[in-house]
């Protein structure tokens, strides 16, 4: 597959590694939403959160940092429930010859998803 479409039905190679790296976050948002997590789990929930994306075919990396400080506030000495506010998540996924690197991040209350990049190779 090439950038260069045959027809306009057909998805350039970045748009089929777009797509890839979508899969990857709604496999990981909705797989691990809702999850207890406490200021104690959080480094271990994070860790295998990566682990189980990575498994995934295309997947060259995934890191997830937790907001600690809105962990301990939310928590409030115990457990609460994971949601996209208490991550940053980064996925990299290798596909059709391209490399696409998304990002997940709090914005304006929200969990947004986006594409930062789109390299060859």
Do not use: W
Request: a negative charge.
């Amino acid at each position: 597959m090439s950038d260069s479409k045959s027809n306009d039905t057909e998805p350039t190679g970045a748009e089929i590694a777009c797509f890839e790296v979508g899969i990857k976050f709604g496999s990981l948002y909705h797989q691990f939403a809702g999850t207890p997590v406490s200021p104690d789990s959080a480094d271990s929930l994070a860790h295998a959160m990566e682990a189980a994306i990575e498994n995934q075919p295309h997947c060259e990396s995934v890191t997830v940092e937790m907001d600690d400080d809105a962990l301990a506030a939310a928590a409030d000495g115990d457990y609460t429930e994971l949601t996209g506010r208490f991550m940053t998540v980064k996925i990299v996924v290798v596909r059709e010859g391209r490399t696409v690197t998304a990002r997940m991040a709090m914005d304006d209350g929200y969990p947004l998803m986006e594409v930062e990049s789109v390299e060859k190779g």
